[in-house]
């Protein structure tokens, strides 16, 4: 959501997303608002990233916090697809800028919720000990 919601002020209107909600940013303090202090890539790689940050948890759930070989590409696939989009943008095989920004929030944004397991499970195996 807070990705989607980056969005509404700070890209084109040729975006899908933003044809749902474009009555919304005509009319709101968002469009009116001076965003010029906004770095580059909280407007252009975050959403990206939060998009894959909340895949990831999502799989990771779904499998109840656990990796396996059967369910690692399920896990992985997020930034899988993010990597082929941005290799796929190298290319111009699809539309878009490259971006090494990109890349490094994918990777980020990966690591945190693995991390999160990594230490949910050593705290678990300290508290059974």
């Given at each position: 959501?807070i990705?989607?919601?980056?969005y509404?002020?700070?890209?084109t ?6 044809k ?6 005509q009319?709101s303090?968002?469009?009116?608002a ?9 407007i252009?790689?975050?959403p990206?990233?939060?998009?894959i ?7 990771l759930s779904?499998?109840d ?15 899988i697809?993010?990597?082929g989009?941005?290799?796929g943008q190298?290319?111009d095989f699809?539309s878009?800028?490259?971006?090494y ?6 990777l ?8 999160h397991?990594s230490?949910?499970q050593?705290k ?5 000990n």
């Amino acid at each position: 959501m807070i990705g989607g919601l980056l969005y509404v002020p700070f890209r084109t209107g040729n975006i899908i997303f933003l044809k749902y909600f474009g009555d919304f940013y005509q009319h709101s303090f968002i469009k009116k608002a001076d965003w010029q202090f906004m770095p580059d890539w909280i407007i252009y790689s975050l959403p990206d990233a939060l998009w894959i940050l909340s895949f990831t948890y999502l799989m990771l759930s779904i499998w109840d916090f656990k990796v396996t070989k059967e369910n690692s590409f399920w896990i992985f696939i997020a930034l899988i697809v993010g990597i082929g989009y941005e290799i796929g943008q190298t290319t111009d095989f699809i539309s878009g800028t490259f971006d090494y920004m990109d890349l490094v929030l994918m990777l980020i944004a990966t690591g945190i919720p693995l991390t999160h397991l990594s230490l949910n499970q050593k705290k678990m195996l300290y508290v059974k000990n």
